[in-house]
């Protein structure tokens, strides 16, 4: 099954490490802009072959580089992504990140 595979973990460690798992609270920002959840992965820019071979797995995601820092962030916004995402990271994570991930399947 796809959440017990060594992908799903690895990609649950890097998530655990450094990513970060972003529910909004409010469906609208104070300016009236929408507000999506993400899951967001950060990689040195000399791990840029590592981010291609990530989101050629996944299928899903965007990169872009972070400006003033040496560092390219993959993001995950859509709704066919996060499914994925929460899918692989499912019972797989044993960080306190976790109660991020209940509030965005909730």
Avoid: W
Wanted: aromatic share 10%; charged share 20%.
């Amino acid at each position: 099954m796809l959440r017990y595979s060594a992908f799903a973990r690895y990609f649950t460690g890097l998530v655990e490490g450094d990513g970060c798992i972003i529910v909004p609270v409010t469906a609208r920002s104070q300016k009236g802009k929408l507000n999506y959840p993400a899951i967001q992965l950060a990689f040195h820019l000399k791990e840029f072959p590592l981010v291609q071979m990530i989101q050629k797995n996944l299928g899903v995601g965007s990169v872009a580089r972070k400006r003033g820092k040496s560092a390219y962030i993959l993001t995950i916004n859509d709704f066919a992504g996060l499914f994925l995402a929460v899918t692989l990271l499912n019972g797989n994570m044993r960080t306190p990140k976790i109660e991020a991930l209940h509030k965005l399947i909730d």
